[in-house]
């Protein structure tokens, strides 16, 4: 009875340990030269660790001349959220390129975000980063549309804490602005576009950017719109609008004058005919208070009816006074 209860616990420590413990990795990593013991595996397993994604990158490393790496490094990596696999595939890399690259800085450059075996691909070779179409004005107010091919290559070095690909294309752009602005013709431009390449390459526009700039080529300029003409235009246009309604303000101004005058002489008018209904009140107060008399009132109704005579006579074969037109905005009287 005791010999079939160690064979049971045998049996089961046997499976409990096959199990727990990847002898498959186990036996590939002694078989390619990476030996991991069977502690550091359990290990793994203790630690929440899948032991394939640290066994075979590392199996890898060493298949590859990288012996330095070991396995802590790389649990290490993993376990501060890096890719493991990513780093191990830029060190080969780079060892195969003859990039002077370590496991820390490669480290470093995968737990910033940055594609560490893309940085290490693109310094071997270079990419080509196509910028979009920059309108600039010369200054004779032509504008010139251009487009640029820029040739990066990755620096290593400057990954960490460098600027990405849209600093480069924002400065590049920055650059053909400049020249083509500086530029007394636009065809001084166009005779000779490596103006803006020199331009931009003189500037340093790669300088805390994760890149190094190698060439700047123009691909492409056309000749836009005549941008100053069309603001003198437009200057033109506003220069007459403000002509126009200064006149108008005048013009009613104006207007609004002759109304008053017009009033004020109506006004005066009515004073007169107010004076002239005052006379024969003052003529009658003169009589009933004597001092006018019957005949010298009569005397003046003879002088009045001798000046109304001469009047009436002197007008006699002259041609008659028009009319006065209508008010503004009166209509016009029917004959």
């Given at each position: 009875?005791?010999?079939l209860?160690?064979?049971?616990?045998?049996?089961?420590?046997?499976?409990?340990?096959?199990?727990?413990?990847?002898?498959?990795?186990?036996?590939?990593?002694?078989?390619?030269g990476?030996?991991?013991?069977?502690?550091?595996?359990?290990?793994?397993?203790?630690?929440?660790?899948?032991?394939?994604?640290?066994?075979?990158?590392?199996?890898?490393?060493?298949?590859?001349?990288?012996?330095?790496?070991?396995?802590?490094?790389?649990?290490?990596?993993?376990l501060?959220?890096?890719?493991?696999?990513?780093?191990?595939d830029?060190?080969?890399?780079?060892?195969?390129?003859?990039?002077?690259?370590?496991?820390?800085?490669?480290?470093?450059?995968?737990?910033?975000?940055?594609?560490?075996?893309?940085?290490?691909?693109?310094?071997?070779?270079?990419?080509?980063?196509?910028?979009?179409?920059?309108?600039?004005?010369?200054k004779?107010?032509?504008?010139?549309?251009?487009?640029?091919?820029?040739?990066?290559?990755a620096?290593?070095?400057?990954?960490?804490?460098?600027?990405?690909?849209?600093?480069?294309?924002?400065?590049?752009?920055?650059?053909?602005?400049?020249?083509?602005?500086?530029?007394?013709?636009?065809?001084?431009?166009?005779?000779?576009?490596?103006?803006?390449?020199r331009?931009?390459?003189?500037?340093?526009?790669?300088?805390?950017?994760?890149?190094?700039?190698?060439?700047?080529?123009?691909?492409?300029?056309?000749?836009?719109?005549?941008?100053?003409?069309?603001?003198?235009?437009?200057?033109?246009?506003?220069?007459?609008?403000?002509?126009?309604?200064?006149?108008?303000?005048?013009?009613f101004?104006?207007?609004?004058?002759?109304?008053?005058?017009?009033?004020?002489?109506?006004?005066?008018?009515?004073?007169?005919?107010?004076?002239?209904?005052?006379?024969?009140?003052?003529?009658?107060?003169?009589?009933?208070?004597?001092?006018?008399?019957?005949?010298?009132?009569?005397?003046?109704?003879?002088?009045?009816?001798?000046?109304?005579?001469?009047?009436?006579i002197?007008?006699?074969?002259?041609?008659?006074?028009?009319?006065?037109?209508?008010?503004?905005?009166?209509?016009?009287?029917?004959?």
């Open positions: 009875m005791p010999l209860w160690i064979f049971v616990l045998i049996v089961v420590g046997f499976l409990f340990m096959v199990s727990f413990i990847p002898l498959r990795l186990y036996i590939a990593a002694w078989a390619s990476a030996k991991v013991g069977i502690v550091t595996l359990s290990g793994m397993r203790l630690r929440g660790v899948p032991p394939a994604k640290i066994v075979l990158p590392h199996i890898k490393a060493v298949k590859a001349g990288l012996e330095e790496i070991t396995v802590d490094k790389l649990e290490a990596h993993f501060a959220g890096g890719n493991v696999d990513r780093v191990v830029a060190l080969i890399a780079a060892h195969r390129a003859e990039i002077n690259l370590t496991f820390e800085r490669a480290c470093a450059i995968d737990l910033a975000g940055r594609n560490v075996l893309e940085a290490v691909q693109m310094s071997v070779n270079p990419k080509v980063i196509e910028t979009p179409v920059v309108a600039a004005v010369a004779n107010g032509i504008e010139l549309k251009a487009k640029a091919r820029v040739t990066v290559r620096n290593i070095d400057r990954l960490v804490g460098g600027a990405g690909e849209a600093t480069i294309i924002a400065r590049v752009g920055e650059g053909i602005v400049t020249t083509v602005g500086s530029a007394e013709n636009h065809k001084e431009v166009l005779e000779n576009p490596d103006r803006i390449s331009t931009v390459l003189d500037k340093g526009l790669d300088a805390g950017t994760a890149f190094e700039i190698l060439s700047i080529d123009i691909a492409d300029v056309d000749v836009g719109r005549n941008i100053g003409a069309r603001l003198q235009m437009d200057q033109a246009e506003a220069d007459k609008n403000i002509a126009q309604a200064k006149a108008a303000e005048r013009r101004a104006a207007l609004a004058r002759e109304q008053e005058m017009k009033a004020m002489v109506q006004e005066m008018r009515a004073r007169v005919v107010e004076a002239e209904a005052e006379v024969p009140k003052a003529l009658a107060e003169a009589l009933r208070a004597g001092r006018l008399g019957v005949l010298d009132y009569y005397h003046l109704r003879n002088i009045q009816a001798d000046t109304t005579m001469r009047e009436t002197g007008r006699a074969g002259k041609p008659a006074v028009e009319e006065e037109g209508p008010e503004p905005g009166e209509p016009k009287k029917e004959r």
